[in-house]
């Protein structure tokens, strides 16, 4: 490590001093296994700080150089929130977080159970000790460690029953400012029990905000989870939500992740395939015009016969950028496991840029894994037969634009969820192509 790095890596910063100063007012203090896991959390955040390019993993998206020096940690708001999330046609009881504090709980689920973390105690049920901390919040996801250690807010959601369906609606809602908010979600799915979890993230405001935001997912043996999640925040905001998901045998996880807001955007997705037989199915859809989306996984095979599918597309404009970095770790003895990913992007201006690194490393033989990146512009011969057809050139660009993003989501997800999430992508996408002036 050089001196440069040893002194980034000693030298405090706002979250380690927000937890040096207010550890002991935060949430469950005193309780002597959070305080532990809390400790190791702060001290997994120090070995890189807030990240820069110089840590490899962070290379393409400086955060340390897009946020202010000061921002002040965020503090419950009292108003009500009148923002709906993307998918509030859709039924399931629905968890409301301002400024990332747990605010509202509208309607329930059966077999679904709630605890506010901002309220954690000795009371607190014993499968949230069980769980809570493990996941998204090692050295491997700094930004995810400190949104553990300097939790104020969250929620556990234990899901007992098939079909349950719940909304996380996130909201930043317009305040003076620049601040920060450290949140956290845990998810623990019980044995032969599903969940459709539906999360949005939406915004407004001109000050700077940093949303960071920690999910920990646990599904046991053949459970389900289908996850859409929109994030759509204002473009004042730096969002960094950091996933950590484990499968026990034959469970199934599939996720379509939608990136189309904030100055900055981070998806730091690490998922440990455990048991046997697990599957999980990743999408991904970006349409940046300015600043970085950016979606990092690291997809980790640890028993046999377990299966992964990542496909990430990306439309960038204006001066935006995307970046898609995916590493497939297949472990000794974890044969017969099947990886692929595939990472797209278009380019519709000079100065768009998009940044791919799909990586493999394979300790097992008899498995199957491949990857493939594609990034240009526009077909050209696609284009011309379109216009030939009598096509006007702006209606060609835009049926060739959809049918690109369309075959991530397609039947990915059932027509109400399709129809929520081209809302946004449709007003996202007019942004994106406009002509450079």
């Known amino acids: 490590m050089t001196a440069l790095a040893i002194k980034q890596a000693l030298e405090p910063d706002l979250f380690q001093e927000d937890f040096a100063v207010h ?40 955060l340390s150089a897009s946020i202010a020096e000061t921002l002040a940690p965020a503090v419950r708001m009292r108003e009500p929130a009148t923002t709906a999330g993307a998918f509030a046609e859709i039924p399931g009881a629905r968890l409301v977080f301002t400024g990332g504090f747990l605010h509202a709980v509208h309607g329930s689920e059966s077999g679904v159970e709630t605890v506010d973390l901002s309220t954690i ?111 759509a925040e204002a473009p004042s905001v730096r969002h960094v939500t950091s996933i950590g998901a484990r499968l026990g045998r034959g469970a199934e996880y599939r996720a379509l992740y939608a990136a189309l807001g904030a100055h900055l955007s981070r998806l730091d997705v690490r998922i440990r395939l455990e048991g046997e037989g697990a599957q999980a199915n990743l999408r991904n859809i970006t349409a940046p015009r300015a600043g970085i989306a950016d979606i990092t996984t690291v997809m980790d095979h640890a028993s046999p016969h377990t299966t992964s599918r990542q496909l990430f597309k990306s439309v960038v404009g204006g001066t935006g950028r995307a970046v898609n970095q995916g590493r497939v770790l297949v472990r000794e003895g974890a044969v017969k496991s099947d990886s692929h990913q595939l990472f797209k992007s ?92």
């Open 23 to 62: 550890a002991a007012g935060l949430p469950g203090a005193g309780l002597a296994w959070l305080d532990k896991r809390r400790a190791e959390a702060i001290k997994a955040f120090a070995s890189t700080g807030i990240p820069t390019r110089r840590v490899e993993a962070w290379k393409y998206t400086d």
């Open 121 to 231: 105690d000795s009371n607190t049920p014993g499968w949230v000790n069980d769980h809570f901390g493990l996941l998204a919040a090692g050295s491997e996801q700094p930004l995810g460690a400190a949104s553990f250690a300097l939790m104020r807010s969250g929620v556990a959601v234990r899901v007992r029953a098939p079909n349950a369906a719940l909304h996380l609606d996130f909201i930043n809602p317009f305040r003076r400012g620049d601040f920060v908010s450290h949140s956290r979600v845990l998810i623990v799915i019980e044995e032969g029990a599903s969940l459709r979890l539906m999360e949005s993230h939406t915004g407004e405001g001109t000050d700077q905000t940093l949303a960071n935001l920690g999910i920990e997912l646990v599904l046991m043996p053949s459970a389900k989870l289908e996850h859409v999640r929109l994030q």
């Open 346 to 437: 278009l380019l519709l201006s000079p100065r768009a840029e998009c940044d791919a690194k799909p990586e493999l490393e394979i300790f097992a033989d008899d498995v199957i894994c491949g990857h493939g990146t594609a990034i240009g512009a526009l077909d050209d011969g696609a284009l011309f037969y379109l216009r030939s057809r009598g096509i006007p050139e702006p209606e060609a660009k835009e049926l060739l634009i959809r049918a690109f993003m369309e075959d991530a989501i397609g039947d990915f997800v059932d027509p109400a969820i399709h129809g929520a999430i081209w809302r946004r992508l449709d007003g996202a996408l007019n942004v994106v192509g406009q002509t450079e002036t």
